[in-house]
């Protein structure tokens, strides 16, 4: 249903746009182009060209599109407040109508000499309509959102421009309202300072879904582990506060703190609807039994599905001729003359080659007459992995689990053996003090050997394996957390737009 409304929205939109375009004297060829034929709005309404590249900048450029619309339908004379509530929120629907119907005219900028409000009013007046329209729009119906991150490759590429669908999980209410709109945790030009205000903090609550989180959709969601961050660009989500605290101060929060005073950093204690947006496959659903061996995932047992442009580490040995550039350009994508991780020559052995690449592009390495083996590398490199307890859990990111994800309604019990895996959950996200004291726990004040999980929880992991943070580092996704599902592609560029993926449904 939710993919289905934001096609609909989508496809409505641009059919009522090439309509109106062609009432407006525009000829076919341009009024049907997607995207350009907003080009020919800016021009016909003689809006300053800058906004039609504004309106390509993720989360402002609903804002500007919709503004945009507004404009083009006072040129034919819409100008009330209930004609400016329909193009915004049901364009799919009222701008076919208007393109359509035999009674609706192109005015030109000549629309509103007559009326009482000169026309910057009327654009002001649009302006603030298009702001509240695009908020609500963004915060029950589906969002923009860019690909920061090869952490998704090759399934989603860095600037795939995404429509995240937050119909079908249920459409959550913002805990923290009173913020700046458009942006998301962040002032506009700082990526320091907070975008919103705390003054009302509301409960979490979710309108209803029509239906939960499936197993391998493809999620996006606000990070577990970025509720506190170190306040500076070399630190927040990329490195994360706790694995600093845990790595290289073994928890001791008053010497990171002290040390963070002397370097002029602090903390930033982030809502949960503010924490940085992630976007991730989620490989396991409450109750799930995850596993992965030798870098094989495994969920309840079985083999896990790949998604078919999943890439990970492959360990290539050749006879002593290299593998040649232009192979790896061409066929992998792979560009030497720049810095990068995918291709890496071990130094152990100029014979040896590390390539990070899908499945199917490992069984064409396999094929090279000078290549004699590929084999999936595997990293065992134990202490960098949730729970972070190498007695109880000698996991590494390759060899990980069995774990079982907390579903709603479990009984835990609470010992020394296993306490690492839930006193997170127990204590920050559902919010319980969580206290040791002469070897008994105690929940709240109350001694407990048992605890009952009050809400669901999903374990998300990248599709680029080994260049991925994800729940192998952090652990377990609550349900709280869970924005909405990534549907389609709509926009997609490196250096020069990548047609072949504008509206690719996200598999």
């Given at each position: 249903m939710g993919i289905v409304l934001v096609m609909l929205y989508w496809l409505g939109w641009h059919i009522g746009i090439y309509a109106l375009l062609k009432k407006a004297g525009v000829e076919n060829k341009k009024a049907i182009v997607p995207i350009y034929n907003t080009w020919e709005v800016v021009k016909l309404c003689n809006i300053k060209k800058v906004w039609f590249w504004i309106q390509l900048i993720p989360i402002v450029g609903q804002f500007v599109t919709l503004w945009i619309s507004i404009i083009f339908v006072m040129h034919f004379k819409k100008v009330n407040f209930i004609q400016h509530t329909l193009t915004a929120i049901v364009p799919f629907i009222y701008l076919p109508y208007l393109g359509?119907?035999?009674?609706?005219?192109?005015?030109?900028?000549?629309?509103?000499?007559?009326?009482?409000k000169p026309a910057s009013r009327e654009w002001i007046d649009a302006a603030v309509f298009a702001v509240v329209a695009a908020t609500i729009i963004r915060t029950f119906l589906f969002e923009a959102y860019v690909i920061p991150t090869g952490s998704m490759e090759k399934t989603l590429l860095v600037?795939?421009?995404?429509?995240?669908?937050?119909?079908?999980?249920?459409?959550?209410?913002?805990?923290?309202?009173?913020?700046?709109?458009?942006?998301?945790?962040?002032?506009?030009?700082?990526?320091?300072?907070?975008?919103?205000?705390?003054?009302?903090?509301?409960?979490?609550y979710r309108l209803p879904k029509i239906r939960e989180v499936k197993r391998n959709d493809v999620v996006v969601f606000n990070f577990p582990a970025g509720d506190?961050?170190?306040?500076?660009?070399?630190?927040?989500?990329?490195?994360?506060?706790?694995?600093?605290?845990?790595?290289?101060?073994?928890?001791?929060?008053?010497?990171?703190?002290?040390?963070?005073?002397?370097?002029?950093?602090?903390?930033?204690?982030?809502?949960?609807?503010?924490?940085?947006?992630?976007?991730?496959?989620?490989?396991?659903?409450?109750?799930?039994?995850?596993?992965?061996?030798?870098?094989?995932?495994?969920?309840?047992?079985?083999?896990?599905?790949?998604?078919?442009?999943?890439?990970?580490?492959y360990i290539v040995v050749t006879n002593g001729n290299p593998i040649p550039e232009n192979y790896l350009q061409e066929n992998l994508g792979i560009n030497t003359a720049e810095a990068n991780t995918d291709f890496q020559v071990l130094p152990e052995s100029p014979n040896t080659y590390s390539?990070?690449?899908?499945?199917?592009?490992?069984?064409?390495?396999?094929?090279?007459?000078?290549?004699?083996?590929?084999?999936?590398?595997?990293?065992?490199?134990?202490?960098?992995?949730?729970?972070?307890?190498?007695?109880?859990?000698?996991?590494?990111?390759?060899?990980?689990?069995?774990?079982?994800?907390?579903?709603?309604?479990?009984?835990?019990?609470?010992?020394?053996?296993?306490?690492?895996?839930?006193?997170?959950?127990?204590?920050?996200?559902?919010?319980?003090?969580?206290?040791?004291?002469?070897?008994?726990?105690?929940?709240?004040?109350?001694?407990?050997?048992?605890?009952?999980?009050?809400?669901?929880?999903?374990?998300?992991?990248?599709?680029?394996?080994?260049?991925?943070?994800?729940?192998?580092?952090w652990g377990y996704v609550p349900e709280t957390h869970i924005v909405g599902r990534a549907a389609l592609i709509w926009f997609s560029y490196d250096k020069a737009i990548r047609w072949n993926r504008l509206f690719n449904l996200i598999k």
């Open positions: 359509f119907s035999k009674t609706t005219k192109w005015h030109g900028t000549n629309a509103l000499e007559h009326y009482h600037n795939d421009f995404l429509f995240v669908d937050k119909v079908t999980y249920g459409a959550r209410i913002p805990m923290t309202p009173l913020s700046f709109p458009f942006v998301h945790n962040t002032m506009p030009g700082s990526i320091t300072t907070p975008s919103y205000l705390q003054w009302i903090n509301l409960d979490y506190t961050i170190i306040n500076s660009p070399d630190f927040g989500s990329k490195v994360p506060y706790y694995d600093v605290l845990r790595d290289q101060f073994k928890g001791d929060r008053v010497k990171l703190t002290e040390k963070l005073a002397e370097e002029g950093l602090s903390l930033l204690v982030h809502p949960i609807d503010k924490t940085d947006n992630y976007i991730k496959r989620c490989v396991g659903i409450p109750g799930d039994v995850i596993q992965v061996k030798n870098s094989q995932l495994y969920v309840n047992g079985q083999q896990a599905f790949v998604a078919p442009n999943a890439q990970t580490e390539i990070n690449m899908t499945a199917a592009a490992a069984n064409d390495v396999r094929k090279l007459p000078n290549v004699k083996s590929v084999e999936l590398f595997v990293d065992n490199t134990a202490g960098r992995t949730f729970p972070f307890d190498t007695i109880h859990y000698p996991w590494t990111m390759d060899n990980f689990g069995p774990l079982r994800i907390p579903k709603k309604g479990d009984v835990i019990s609470l010992n020394d053996n296993n306490i690492e895996l839930y006193s997170r959950l127990i204590a920050t996200y559902e919010h319980n003090t969580l206290d040791k004291k002469n070897g008994q726990y105690y929940i709240n004040g109350t001694a407990a050997t048992t605890y009952i999980i009050k809400q669901d929880y999903y374990w998300m992991m990248g599709d680029n394996r080994h260049r991925s943070q994800d729940s192998r580092f």
